[in-house]
């Protein structure tokens, strides 16, 4: 049972994944390919970007300074904000799904009178969220690898697979955070609206908080400044940072499995 409840998880997400995967590896690809043409245009970008007020431009490229380096325009482009966001949408409405979805439907109720707690429900369905995000992860890998690989660009694999590793904590962190919510109050629209305001808030005061000062001490508490707030495209992970986002990772699971085992089902 523990199985098959795991492997449907997975199908019943297949098509959409389908989706999703080919969207974004031709996005990459179209964002990486333009590299050449958008270095040679690096003065005038330039130009507008330093005539643009400065909490605009750091919304936009985060602290990067040299936009126009390999790892500038990847973390300026891609890492900063477009990847990140992608896959908290992702993350969010996978998370979101997981047990709600099984209530919206009626089929909760059936699934229980198996013999399976419902702490094992929630396990497992958190194992297919591990599952797909790390999959498409791995779409973006590839995707980022081959574009870097076709245009010669001066970035290491090791470097990709460090801010791609990051990216994945940080989205199956709010897919956690969402599937908590859906645990505690068995509404897919609150799971989905306060997972997505945190994740804005968050990126919010990461990308504030270098120029705003009375937004740098909430800096700390933001899940983006843990998964970019060392660079690990160009420096590697952060051990420290790393584990904050793994601590919280499992904090969110724990409390899934205790929420959900004390609350009455919609059935």
């Known amino acids: 049972m523990l199985r098959n409840l795991y492997q449907k998880t997975i199908r019943d997400q297949r098509k959409s ?12 690809l179209l964002t990486i390919l333009i590299y050449p043409s958008f270095e040679a245009q ?5 130009q507008s970007l330093e005539n643009m007020p400065e909490p605009i431009a750091q919304l936009l490229v985060g602290e990067t300074t040299e936009i126009f380096s390999p790892a500038g325009y990847l973390n300026s482009q891609l890492f900063v904000s477009f990847i990140p966001f992608l896959f908290i949408i992702f993350g969010i409405n996978r998370g979101s799904a997981t047990i709600v979805a099984e209530e919206d439907e009626g089929t909760m109720d059936l699934l229980l009178s198996y ?11 958190f194992l297919g969220l591990i599952t797909v995000t790390a999959t498409l992860s791995l779409v973006l890998w590839g995707s980022v ?29 709010f897919a956690t955070l969402s599937m908590f919510v859906g645990c505690a109050k068995s509404n897919r629209s609150v799971s989905v609206g306060l997972s997505s305001l ?16 009375w937004i740098e001490p909430t800096r700390w508490l933001s899940p983006f400044y843990y998964y970019i707030g060392a660079d690990p495209l160009l420096n590697g992970l952060n051990p420290v940072h790393t584990l904050v986002l793994f601590s919280s990772i499992i904090g969110l699971l724990a409390a899934s499995l205790f929420t959900f085992s004390r609350r009455d089902i919609a059935g």
């Open 115 to 125: 013999p399976i707690s419902r702490q094992a429900v929630v396990f497992q369905k």
């Open 145 to 173: 690898v081959i574009g870097v690989l076709i245009i010669g660009m001066d970035i290491t694999i090791m470097g990709i697979t460090n801010i791609i590793f990051s990216n994945f904590l940080l989205a199956l962190l």
């Open 17 to 28: 994944f389908m989706f999703w995967s080919i969207a974004l590896s031709a996005v990459l």
């Open 42 to 46: 690096g003065e005038a970008f330039g």
């Open 198 to 213: 945190l994740a804005i808030a968050s990126y919010m005061a990461n990308a504030l908080a270098p120029v705003v000062s």
